[in-house]
């Protein structure tokens, strides 16, 4: 269902800006979808045409979006734009997807390059050395890339948990992959604080949301802390400079944007920056990972080339030796 839900965000969306009614828009809708959605969007049709709200229609079906995306489309509802609000979340999810499969590809390709490395001292191992030492070297050799794969993995489940904040701030620290992720975070957040600023919400419950939608537990907890400042007359740029989570260009077009008063486009163009330079870093930590993989291929054909060579040059020796 979670592949589909893109496009039905932005049918939904334009049912909405067409000013069609969207109970029956969507019941018309069922036969053209697909089975796993279909279900779900004919309920949510049903629960519309009860007089719930859409965000409160897909939360009871359990449409897979966050938390943070239902609060902004209650926040766009409120304030008429939920027709780009549904589209945003359209975009963001995408987004999400592709960085998901870049993520996997960066993995993949390098495991079966060192998989095809790995086989070539296989059979000089074993017909010189036996088979369980050919078995012995193969698993250790293929150990360290399989165990840094599990790490980013495991890594990436435990700082989204929302449990693991100084885990989640020492990834995003890290050169290239925690930069990128940082940058993505930051643009998230940007957008969405942007969209709940045109949406007519109050300021702090914007942040509130932005950061739950950052995908990051240290944004959320920083930001949050600092956002119950604002009751007591803190300014947006006080609160930026003291969360300490923003990149600096980011920190920098926020804080003009809201002393010059126009903070939703510096934020527009805080998120912009923010994604093109996540993107640059992700290029970056491809590129390093693809390094390593082949440094580890070379060092295994350098093995198979000595286990072959290697009785020869013996047998050579021995011979000399005599």
Not at 260 to 280: C, F, I, N, P, V
Not at 283 to 310: C, E, H, M, N, P
Request: net charge negative; glycine share 6%.
């Amino acid at each position: 269902m979670r592949s589909l839900l893109p496009e039905w965000l932005r049918q939904i969306a334009q049912f909405i800006s067409a000013g069609v009614p969207l109970a029956p828009a969507l019941r018309s809708l069922s036969p053209h979808l697909g089975q796993p959605l279909q279900k779900a969007n004919q309920t949510v049709s049903d629960y519309l045409a009860e007089g719930g709200t859409l965000s409160e229609a897909m939360q009871a079906v359990e449409i897979p979006l966050r938390k943070s995306d239902f609060v902004a489309m209650d926040m766009a509802h409120e304030g008429g734009r939920l027709d780009q609000c549904l589209t945003e979340i359209a975009s963001w999810m995408e987004k999400d997807r592709a960085w998901a499969r870049q993520t996997t590809s960066v993995l993949i390709y390098p495991l079966v390059v060192i998989h095809l490395a790995a086989l070539l001292p296989f059979l000089p191992l074993w017909l010189n050395h036996g088979f369980l030492i050919a078995i012995g070297f193969t698993l250790i050799t293929l150990t360290p890339p399989y165990a840094a794969a599990s790490l980013i993995f495991i890594l990436r489940k435990k700082m989204n948990s929302g449990r693991s904040h100084s885990l989640s701030e020492k990834i995003l620290h890290l050169p290239w992959i925690g930069q990128s992720l940082h940058f993505r975070a930051t643009a998230r957040f940007c957008g969405t604080f942007r969209s709940g600023l045109l949406s007519g919400a109050r300021m702090d419950d914007c942040l509130i949301v932005a950061a739950q939608a950052s995908g990051q537990s240290w944004f959320e907890h920083r930001i949050s802390e600092q956002a119950q400042q604002m009751t007591t007359g803190a300014t947006l740029s006080e609160i930026v400079n003291q969360a300490e989570v923003f990149p600096q260009v980011a920190a920098s077009l926020l804080v003009t944007g809201d002393q010059s008063g126009s903070l939703d486009e510096m934020a527009l163009t805080a998120q912009r920056q923010s994604e093109e330079l996540a993107d640059h870093y992700h290029d970056l930590s491809r590129k390093a990972v693809l390094a390593v993989s082949y440094i580890w291929a070379v060092f295994l054909v350098l093995v198979a080339i000595a286990s072959i060579i290697g009785p020869y040059y013996y047998t050579l020796y021995q011979l000399l030796d005599n």
